[in-house]
T-cell receptor, first 111, second 113 residues
Framework: AQSVAQPEDQVNVAEGNPLTVKCTYS??????LFWYVQYPNRGLQFLLK??????LVKGSYGFEAEFNKSQTSFHLKKPSALVSDSALYFC?????????FGAGTTVTVRA | GAVVSQHPSWVICKSGTSVKIECRSL??????MFWYRQFPKQSLMLMAT?????????EQGVEKDKFLINHASLTLSTLTVTSAHPEDSSFYIC?????????FGPGTRLTVL
């Protein structure tokens, strides 16, 4: 089965500091990996994806993620966090169809 | 681009009634759409895959007779919750696939009294 895990329920950082949200995956074959962000009572917004190619993927709102095959990780990063980045972040993998989501990580950026 | 809408954004209904939720891809055609359910402070669970012009594929444990899915066009999929009960209260989110990426609607909050 293809799955992802987000080991941290919550991440707290100060505005201006680097932000990292962790994700590890367990897949057979080449993984299709995604990051989404969800604001309260809203749907999910697509941030970025890794399908193939460069291991460093750049996405929306200044976010990037690095695909690391040896560590089976796909951590989301932002060099300088903003208060407006406070939200719920989901890592996901695409098996045959649909998406399999991690449990989510709540990010709080304090001013 | 890649905008997906859902209607209604919230609905309250009485137990035993049916509720229809619409999911539309506004600026692209989607042969495949998906329906997810999200409980408070939890992740999304895939309910079913909706394929244009054919029957939906339901995930294990999802009652196909209770959650009717219709994908009549390349831009519209509907989810009908039949004979709704309070335990069906949840946040329902659809997505539409554009090439290899799923784009999500804003969700529908269903409350069954």
């Amino acid at each position: 089965a293809q799955s992802v895990a987000q080991p941290e329920d919550q991440v707290n950082v100060a505005e201006g500091n680097p932000l990292t949200v962790k994700c590890t995956y367990s897949v057979s074959g080449n993984p299709y990996l995604f990051w989404y962000v969800q604001y309260p009572n809203r749907g999910l917004q697509f941030l970025l994806k890794y399908i193939t190619g460069d291991n460093l993927v750049k996405g929306s709102y200044g976010f990037e993620a690095e695909f690391n095959k040896s560590q089976t990780s796909f951590h989301l990063k932002k060099p300088s966090a903003l208060v407006s980045d406070s939200a719920l972040y989901f890592c996901a993998v695409r098996p045959v169809t649909g998406l399999s989501f991690g449990a989510g990580t709540t990010v709080t950026v304090r001013a | 681009g890649a905008v997906v809408s859902q209607h209604p954004s919230w609905v309250i209904c009485k137990s035993g009634t049916s509720v229809k939720i619409e999911c539309r891809s506004l600026d692209f055609q989607a042969t495949t759409m998906f329906w997810y359910r999200q409980f408070p402070k939890q992740s999304l669970m895939l309910m079913a895959t909706s394929n244009e012009g054919s029957k939906a594929t339901y995930e294990q444990g999802v009652e196909k007779d209770k959650f009717l899915i219709n994908h009549a066009s390349l831009t519209l999929s509907t989810l009908t919750v039949t004979s709704a009960h309070p335990e069906d209260s949840s946040f329902y989110i659809c997505s539409a696939r554009d090439v290899d990426t799923q784009y999500f609607g804003p969700g529908t909050r269903l409350t069954v009294l």
